[in-house]
């Protein structure tokens, strides 16, 4: 079986944000972009450790971007992934992606497909679910324990309020998080053979966006933190109830 | 023409966030000049449906198939796409919650709808739809048009406050027929976090970092969400330490919470915790460190030993409710 991880590029979550053009844009420049957190250290692992405990072949990564996110893409092949798949697009639009994505899955008939659950820029989240719908397949989100054995999946997921296990077959998308693999940083080896793995373009055929972001707000400066004296905890509750009205 | 929201429950009593759900979903519809529409599935008696009234529902679809007290991402989607036919919805709503977040996006690929999601603002439906979310953990904010004839909306819980009106709901049963795929996946076991509130909807949080020391001082804690009634949360260190369990880790690894009110106690506030937590109304920091970071994000800010201060701080609030009540 393959694996199909679903990668995304975000600006890391110690950049700071500028805003330009009227604030209808992100400045560009000086931000640092890393594969977004969750599908690296949760997604992306997982396939690994499948790979490596034999049951999955193959670990394909891919990615909707253009042709300057391929230092990204080519960083998922150094942890580990075999090959990597770069769709020629921007990705601005959850339903936009997870078509080409649909794709370009459907022609090579992935066991399993695994993404982060949400990609810490815009926080959506909806890559997965969507890509199942369009692939006819389950979906199983927010997982933090992924076991296969041979064509089902055992998932432990969040629930409101708890865990739930749940089984299914493949094909099957799932949405990672914390618990279901820990981080690994690439190492010296993996640096030096991910030059040499594929790494594939693909130009999609043209998929309307159904979604757009037309501008941004920074959040109102934080009045500034109102101290009180450690001996002062009646006041500071009576702060809560009749100033900030939370009690 | 209806505006379309589906409703959760937990074995029969809605929860207060699909409530928030049902009073947005009115709000949209009143600016839409038309109703709302609640989809209820699962066992509900119908009392509780019809309550559904006093946040703004004209109407409840009713699917009382008890295979759906179970969530089945894929038979939800067929029953909000069926309704939405049915009353020809221009919008959809779901929360932003786990549940919503399986269903919505699947529904807005079957209606070829624009997605909205984690909205914090009624849509300017002069404006395609321009709604309000959170971007870039909490450092900016995203205006999203959805251009789509349909919209799905996934609105973030805590966002507006309940106003509990007047009137009743009609209730309609509603029929959908379903296909084995849609029951695919099987549950196996739940394992609920019982007697606790749960920390993604909770309206109050206290949280704990290194600052407490280790396990043993947790009751700190415990007994100052359980005088607020609150919900506990602890920083990333804390759960890797296992001196508290994973699903309390909020942050950029962890869960993202936007009470309204974070007690954030013996925590730094590293940037990556804060991606978490910053989209809470307040936030009061306790920490001995006049210098520690989370001060910059905070409300309120009580420079002092944790150990000292949580139990005058509970003591305080036994003291403010006993006078309240
Ligand atoms: C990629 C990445 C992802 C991360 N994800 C997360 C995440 O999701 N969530 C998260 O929380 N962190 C995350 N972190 C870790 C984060 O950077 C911080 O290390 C972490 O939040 C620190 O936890 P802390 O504040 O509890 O501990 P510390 O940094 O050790 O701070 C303890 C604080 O307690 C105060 N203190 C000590 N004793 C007392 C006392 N007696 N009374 C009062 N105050 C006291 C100290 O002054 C200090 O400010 C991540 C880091 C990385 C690199």
Sequence with gaps: MKVLVCISQVPDTVTKIVLKDNNTAVEENGVTYIINPYDEWYALVRALELKESGIVEAVHVIMVGRANTEATIRKALAIGGDEAIRIDADSNDCYQIASYIADYAKAEGYGLVLCGKESIDYANGAVGPMLAELLDTDFIGFATNIAVDGNTATVKREIDGGEETDSANLPLVISCQKGVAEARIPNMRGIMTARTKPLKTVTPSAVDAVTKVSRYEMPPAKAGVKLIAPDQMDELVNLLHSEAKVI | ?325
């Excluded at chain 2, 749960?198 to 704990?208: F, K, N, Q, R, Y």
């Excluded at chain 2, 690894?253 to 991606?275: D, E, F, K, M, V």
């Design chain 2, 1 to 325: 023409m209806s505006v379309i929201v589906l409703i959760e429950h937990t074995e029969g009593t809605i929860k207060k966030k699909s409530l928030e759900a049902v009073q947005y979903a009115a709000g949209i519809a009143n600016k839409l000049g038309t109703s709302a529409t609640a989809v209820a599935t699962g066992t509900i008696t119908e009392d509780e449906l019809k309550s559904l009234g006093q946040y703004g529902a004209n109407k409840v679809l009713h699917v009382a198939d008890d295979r759906l007290n179970d969530l089945h991402a894929r038979a939800v989607t067929r029953v909000l796409v069926a309704a939405a036919k049915q009353e020809n919805s221009p919008v959809i709503v779901t929360l932003h919650d786990v549940n919503g977040r399986t269903i919505a996006p699947r529904v807005a690929v079957q209606l070829k709808a624009g997605l909205i999601s984690g909205a914090l603002s009624l849509p300017d439906t002069g404006n395609n739809f321009e709604t309000k979310k959170s971007a870039f953990s909490g450092k900016a904010f995203a205006y999203v048009t959805a251009p789509t004839e349909v919209k799905v909306i996934m609105l973030a819980p805590n966002t507006f406050p309940l106003q509990k009106g007047e009137g009743n709901a009609t209730v309609e049963p509603f029929n959908v027929s379903f296909e084995d795929k849609d029951f695919g996946i099987k549950v196996q076991s739940v394992d609920k976090v019982t007697g606790e509130v749960p920390l993604a909807d909770a309206e109050l949080v206290v949280s704990g970092g290194r600052g407490m020391k280790g396990p043993e001082n947790w009751g700190l804690i415990e007994n100052l969400a359980h005088e607020l009634g609150a919900a506990t949360a602890c920083s990333r260190p804390v759960a890797d330490s296992h001196w508290r369990p994973h699903h309390e880790h909020v942050g950029q690894t962890g869960g993202t919470i936007r009470p309204n009110l974070y007690i954030a106690a013996g925590i730094s506030g590293a940037i990556q915790h804060l991606a978490g937590v910053s989209g809470s109304k307040t936030i009061v920091v306790i920490n001995k460190d006049p210098e520690a970071p989370f001060f910059k994000a905070a409300n309120y800010g009580v420079v002092g030993d944790v150990m000292e201060v949580l139990p005058r701080l509970t003591e305080a609030v036994k003291k403010f409710k006993a006078e309240h009540h």
